[in-house]
């Protein structure tokens, strides 16, 4: 039978859900409601009794202490009510649970039609409740109409027995699948095609696709397989896989550098391989920790003798940016894959996240689709829902606001799991595929999840129509097929595996298809969420929680039952073969035959001109400002700044101790409220060994140089790495780059060369700066087109490109966790030192940020300068000769001085004048001094009776004695010639640091 069931909070408990809503409405639009109740709607489309109904409502659904539930509507006072529902086709995961509770009380299974829908309604009561608000309040708060409907109800049009009436978003096609032909009698032919299909094919790539297809030996062997004129299913997979998505064009470009400056040139061939790829193999041959690197889904490391550790970072950007909490939680449990198709599998460990996006008190003339408050509102709680309740610890992230963000926000998601050296007496870390072996499905079914959005523009909309390009993960089939997998692992049945993300099936059997030299499948085997789909919407599907497996056929029937144990839908959909073609059937007969070296030679590479503009031609200066008459005022200001400022109410929502393994957490402290520089995990619990992790990104660095800015960022990770006890020998790094579109156009993108030029430098200062510190890319991603068209103030359209951006992660082995340190001042008459110099290096800092200025001195690197004395430090950090240490980073000295004193709810007395001064530009002035973001520092803490042994180690290098630890509250700094700068207490500081958003906790 189909029916509702409406639950709601008893009318004497307090509703969090609904005064979360009543506040949104006051800060969005300014008005105060009286009250707001939730219903939260289960709608029963299965074939269940009255009696099971009941049961379930009264055994699954409904708390009796807590809750009231009714299959009638609800009567609750109100002036008006707000349905919101997903749309056809949209994930329902707590639908998805609904179903699997119903069937484990129930006893019985369900057919696949059986379903369960959720949806919400928010009865509200307040003044001046007019349909108009309801619908604003719907689709700027509540809903996104991407994938989302609602329905707005007045007090007097309610029906008190009908409710909001039994709606079912069931996907109804109507359509019969069909494979087509693609016309290709011209190259204009085929670019009309790519256009009309959302293709994305470059016109370079097209001649040659025409010329495979119409050679005469291709179409003589063509035809003996019944084909002849290219499939839709074929176009589309040399689509995907031509793509800069999965095949990385830009990074394997052509580039021709020019200075303008100084008239220099240069031809970089393949920034990837230049760049990242054979400096990274190279240090492969040099460190015998370094275990597989750049081909996998993720990297491997040696974690000790018997473990292995593995670790990816992805972006989510255009999703999340058009359906915040969806791409999201997909970016997140698609990261999350990465380890689990790595080697033979690895499991999850631990997650991060990275979010870049405009200014949350935006109001300017720009109209974004999500307004940057909601997009991040959306992005923290769909990673937080992916990540814990995959069980996977989250003890890490950063948060960016910048206007260049409003185009396209950043999401940023890395992983990290760990795999046994050996599984079943072969390397944990090798795989491969055999002629002879089935392809297995597992995990999820397929339906027009991720499509590249070309279904809403081939189909009749109605409202049965799924929303094809929007996907939402479901973490609780993912952790389930998680286990299950490394159950198979173990027992020694998986002989290879890979996830199916960008692509779907066309990428993982594709790409692993090439080890054996070919495959066959069955595309009607695989199973659909609803009937309709064409064949090459089930190729390309992006539908998430599932991986493609490689199992040899004397395991089958022990791989089938440990699927049926876990519960988990696994299906044979082919063979790999030896015959050097990927064949693909439907009901029997042939729809695709690619040779499989089709897409690794004939294409041309891409090209691109570089123009490097150097910043005083671009106008950039240094400007001339006095020196501030109130530094307290200063300090808190910078304090108090959205970069700086807590962002302890997006930590506090990710749970990082779910496994037990956290040893330094994300909030560090005798008050456990101040971010430290770095999390370290214990991922062994019998070992003493642990991984320190931490990431980092410095955008507003790329206005002035990128080259600058990925130098800077790359040291900040190894000076934050070497703050909780990660040492130099072991550590690996992750480059994730997001950049604005890089090809010229001289009316779409005039800046495209420059873009290009920054991409050039920032590439080469990441292979020097590797080269310096000996760290190894064990992964990285591009997410390139950072780019966004806003609707502005008189309707045209406006192009906001994002900076040019690269976050860096990175870990590094911890010998022995008892050693790890944390950033906070522990006790009273510790010394406190200053390692390394400052010079008047303001350039995109946030002091010159604050006052809307960019400036030209970008802080510098020396790694040559630097590394003797991180050397020193990683000694005196295992000799326990170091109380705290942090790095001095975002904001410079002054904003660290105050971090590390409220870390430790201790007072500091600074005296500036012993700080090393570096460089050739005079540093005049103490606000210089204070706020510089020179490169290469740290605060570090020493007892008194370590201090001789602490000494001797820096004899020789930049350390100075700036202060000590104090009893009370009290942060003093004195400038160089004795004059107090800043005298206040913790608790304003604290005040100023936390108050910008404190009202979100």
């Not at 006095?626 to 005022?633: C, K, T, W």
Request: aromatic fraction near 8%; hydrophobic fraction near 40%.
């Amino acid at each position: 039978m189909q029916a509702r069931l409406e639950i709601t909070l008893k009318p004497e408990l307090e509703d969090a859900e609904g005064l979360a809503l009543q506040k949104k409405v006051k800060d969005v639009f300014g008005i105060e409601l009286d009250a707001v109740r939730c219903v939260r709607i289960l709608t029963f489309d299965a074939e269940l009794t009255e009696a099971e109904c009941i049961l379930a409502r009264d055994r699954i659904f409904c708390n009796p202490v807590s809750q009231e539930a009714s299959f009638e509507p609800l009567a609750l006072d109100f002036d008006g009510c707000i349905w919101v529902g997903f749309r056809p086709g949209v994930r329902d995961n707590a639908g998805a649970t609904a179903m699997e509770a119903l069937s484990d009380v129930l006893g019985r299974s369900f057919g696949p039609e059986d379903t369960v829908y959720t949806s919400r309604r928010y009865c509200i009561k307040g003044k001046g409740l007019t349909e108009k608000l309801m619908d604003r309040i719907a689709g700027e708060l509540l809903a996104n109409d991407i994938i989302q409907q609602w329905q707005v109800f007045t007090k007097e049009s309610w029906d008190v027995k009908e409710g909001v009436g039994l709606i079912l978003p069931k996907v109804r096609l109507n359509h019969e699948p069909e494979v087509t032909t693609i016309p290709i009698d011209s190259d204009a032919t085929l670019q009309a095609v790519s256009q009309a299909r959302n293709l994305a094919l470059n016109p370079n790539d097209v001649p040659v696709i025409r010329r495979y297809f119409l050679n005469g030996q291709t179409l003589a062997l063509r035809r003996e397989k019944g084909l002849e004129q290219p499939t839709d299913i074929e176009i589309e997979y040399i689509a995907q896989g031509r793509s800069d998505h999965c095949n990385h064009n830009t990074f394997r470009g052509l580039f021709r550098y020019r200075d303008l400056e100084t008239g220099e040139t240069e031809v970089i061939d393949n920034l990837f391989k230049t760049c990242i790829q054979n400096p990274t193999l190279k240090m492969q041959k040099e460190k015998d920790w370094v275990v597989s690197v750049l081909w996998d889904n993720a990297g491997a490391a040696r974690f000790d003798d018997h473990w292995n550790y593995v670790i990816t970072g992805e972006t989510h950007n255009s999703p999340s940016n058009m359906e915040a909490y969806g791409g999201a939680i997909t970016g997140i449990v698609g990261v999350y894959r990465d380890p689990l198709g790595t080697g033979k599998g690895a499991r999850l460990i631990m997650g991060s996240y990275g979010f870049c996006v405009g200014e949350l008190d935006y109001d300017g003339p720009l109209k974004p689709r999500l307004h940057p408050r909601r997009i991040l509102d959306g992005v923290v709680e769909g990673v937080r829902d992916g990540g814990n309740k995959s069980g996977v610890p989250t003890p890490f992230g950063q948060v960016t606001f910048h206007s260049g963000y409003m185009g396209k926000c950043l999401v940023f998601v890395t992983a990290l799991g760990i795999m046994p050296k050996a599984v079943a007496g072969a390397p944990g870390h090798e795989k491969t595929t055999s002629p002879g072996e089935h392809i297995i499905m597992c995990g999820g079914r397929v339906g027009k999840d991720g499509i590249h959005g070309v279904t809403a523009s081939s189909e009749t909309f109605s409202a049965h129509t799924p929303a094809g390009h929007v996907q939402i993960g479901d973490p609780y089939t993912q952790k389930k097929m998680h286990d299950f997998l490394l159950e198979a692992r173990d027992a020694g049945l998986i002989a290879f595996i890979t996830d199916n993300g960008g692509g779907g099936l066309s990428s993982s059997i594709g790409e692993s298809a090439r080890f054996a030299g070919g495959c066959t499948v069955a595309l009607d085997q695989v199973p659909l969420k609803y009937e309709g789909l064409d064949q090459w919407e089930i190729w390309v599907s992006e539908s998430q929680e599932r991986m493609t497996v490689s199992v040899k056929p004397e395991h089958l029937e022990a791989f089938m039952a440990l699927s049926e144990k876990h519960a988990v839908e696994s299906t044979v959909i082919g063979t790999y073969t030896d015959t050097g073609y990927l064949e693909i059937t439907w009901k029997g007969k042939t729809v695709a035959w690619i040779h499989m070296d089709l897409l690794e030679e004939g294409f041309p590479q891409w090209e691109f001109d570089c123009e490097w503009i150097p910043p005083k031609l671009r106008g950039l200066y240094e400007p001339v400002i006095g020196a501030p008459s109130d530094y307290n005022g200063v300090l808190k200001t910078l304090l108090a700044r959205p970069n700086i400022a807590s962002k302890e109410w997006i930590v506090r929502q990710y749970d990082h101790e779910v496994q037990a393994n956290s040893v330094i957490k994300p909030l560090v402290g005798r008050e456990r409220d101040i971010p430290s520089d770095a999390a370290v995990i214990r991922p062994v619990l019998d070992s003493e060994r642990g991984i320190a992790f931490t990431q980092t990104l410095l955008p507003t660095y790329s206005q002035i140089d990128a080259g600058a800015m990925t130098a800077a960022v790359i040291d900040e990770a190894v000076r934050r790495l070497l703050a909780v006890g990660g040492g130099l020998s072991e550590m690996g790094g992750v480059d994730n780059f997001c950049w604005p579109d890089i090809q010229y156009h001289p009316e779409k993108n005039p800046d495209g060369r420059f873009k290009a030029a920054q991409l050039v430098r920032s590439c080469k200062a990441l292979q020097a700066m590797c080269e310096a510190y000996q760290i190894p890319l064990l992964s990285g991603k591009d997410s390139m087109y950072v780019d966004g068209h806003l609707q502005g103030p008189f309707g045209e359209t406006r192009k906001v490109s994002g900076l040019e951006t690269l976050q860096f992660s990175a870990t590094a082995m911890v010998e022995n966790v008892w050693l790890c340190q944390s950033m906070d001042v522990k006790n009273p008459g510790d010394r406190l030192y200053l390692l390394g110099e400052t010079a008047n290096e303001l350039g995109g800092s946030e002091y010159y940020e604050w006052m809307g200025y960019v400036g030209l001195h970008v802080p510098e690197v020396d790694p040559e300068a630097f590394l003797p004395l991180y050397q020193a430090l990683e000694k005196a950090m295992k000799m326990a000769l170091v109380n705290s240490a942090h790095a001095v980073a975002r904001g410079g000295l002054g904003v660290h001085l105050a971090l590390v004193a409220m870390a430790g709810c201790r007072g500091l007395n600074v005296d500036l004048g012993p700080v090393k001064i570096r460089g050739d530009i005079p540093v005049e002035r103490e606000d210089i001094l204070l706020f510089s973001e020179s490169c290469g520092r740290m605060l570090v803490t020493v007892s008194r009776e370590k201090e001789k042994a602490f000494q001797e180690l820096f004899d020789g290098l930049p350390c100075a004695c700036i202060g000590e630890v104090l009893e009370n509250d009290i942060l003093r700094i004195c400038g160089r010639q004795g004059k107090e700068l800043v005298h206040t207490c913790m608790a304003d500081l604290k005040q100023s640091f936390k108050k910008p958003f404190g009202d979100r906790i």
